[in-house]
């Protein structure tokens, strides 16, 4: 392999380590490791509880998009979907739940797939209302650099819209060009090419089938549930390391950097983008620069935490409890 392709390959990598150095170049790095080795307890348990309480919403607004009678029953899937998010490279992990909802509930990869793609647009959906609601009420006590900001997040909210009310259509255009381009590869008898066509062809049926207002209201009203309980762990695990601050400037201050954490370049737990994103919104609120470097790090690397320890649980019970009882009940 050439050097440039070497290069190529390793780009994101170097991209997201220069990030992480150059934040880290702004503060002592000793700061995040004083705020990580003085928790509270009681507040990092309150952190826990609403992590729990998060997955718990978004295992009911999967619910909703997936009919199932039982959301609860696929919590495991959303603590071990959490974990991988946080642990593979690229956001690769997302790739874990269709996988997931396949091996344990023989459901089709291209239905749970669709689903998936429609939350993620409603998340961007969701902090984008929230950001917009909090900075227009608390809009006094934000810097003059917040107005611009605020300008090009109602742009982004129509872009969103647009895309969640076109999902059918671009389904079917890129169903269309995947068997346009399979075709002119010469790929399109052989067995792998016709399993991706069918499984394109369910994403699509279930983007039509999803297209409903009640479907898409409860979607929107769970996702601004879930985003809530995001901003109140991170809230909660400010107070754990003694950096109280208020709910609705964690809400501005977090939304930069959950959307940083989103980018798909190659980033482990978003580090680097989280931190980025972090220390522009809580400027936005007037938080010094250090002090935002360094609470972002301490508060990604405690969501990180929190990820292996309950997605960890996640996957023993998924497959030790779950395989056991399958076992038995055939037996």
């Known amino acids: ?4 392709r070497w290069l190529r390959k390793l780009a994101p990598y170097l991209l997201t380590l220069g990030i992480v150095a150059l934040l880290l170049s702004q503060i002592d790095p000793g700061e995040i490791l004083r ?13 826990w509880g609403f992590y729990l309480l998060t997955n718990v919403v978004r295992a009911y607004r999967f619910g909703v998009l997936l009919n199932l009678r039982h959301p609860l029953d696929i919590l495991p899937e959303m603590l071990a979907l959490s974990l991988f998010n946080n642990t593979l ?15 344990w509930h023989g459901m089709s990869v291209g239905e749970s797939a669709a689903a998936l793609i429609l939350a993620r647009i409603f998340d961007y959906l969701a ?8 900075a227009l009420w608390q809009a006094p006590h934000l810097t003059p650099h917040a107005a611009p900001i605020i300008g090009v997040t109602a742009g982004l909210l129509f872009v969103s819209v647009l895309i969640l009310a076109l999902t059918p259509w671009l389904g079917q255009w890129g169903l ?3 068997a346009w381009l399979l075709r002119r590869l010469g790929w399109q008898e052989k067995g792998w090419a016709q399993k991706m066509l069918r499984g394109a062809a369910r994403m699509v049926e279930t983007f039509q089938q999803l297209r409903r207002v009640r479907v898409y209201f409860l979607t929107l009203g769970w996702s601004l549930l879930n985003w809530l309980g995001v901003f109140a762990w991170f809230t909660a695990f400010l107070y754990a390391m003694g950096a109280p601050y208020p709910y609705p400037f964690v809400v501005i201050g977090a939304t930069f950097a959950s959307l940083g954490k989103a980018i798909p370049f190659l980033t482990v737990s978003g580090f680097g983008a989280h931190e980025a994103g972090w220390a522009v919104g809580f400027g936005l609120t007037g938080m010094p620069l250090d002090m935002a470097i360094a609470t972002g790090f301490a508060v990604n690397i405690l969501t990180l935490l929190s990820s292996i320890l309950f997605g960890g649980a996640a996957l023993i019970f998924m497959y030790k409890i779950r395989a056991r009882r399958w076992e038995e009940s055939s037996a």
């Open 1 to 4: 392999m050439s050097w440039r």
């Open 35 to 47: 705020l990580l080795t003085h928790l509270a307890p009681a507040w990092l348990a309150v952190g």
């Open 89 to 103: 490279p690229s956001r690769s992990g997302e790739l874990t739940f269709p996988y997931f909802m396949y091996k």
């Open 127 to 134: 902090v984008g209302l929230l950001f917009l609601a909090f």
């Open 176 to 178: 269309r060009a995947l």
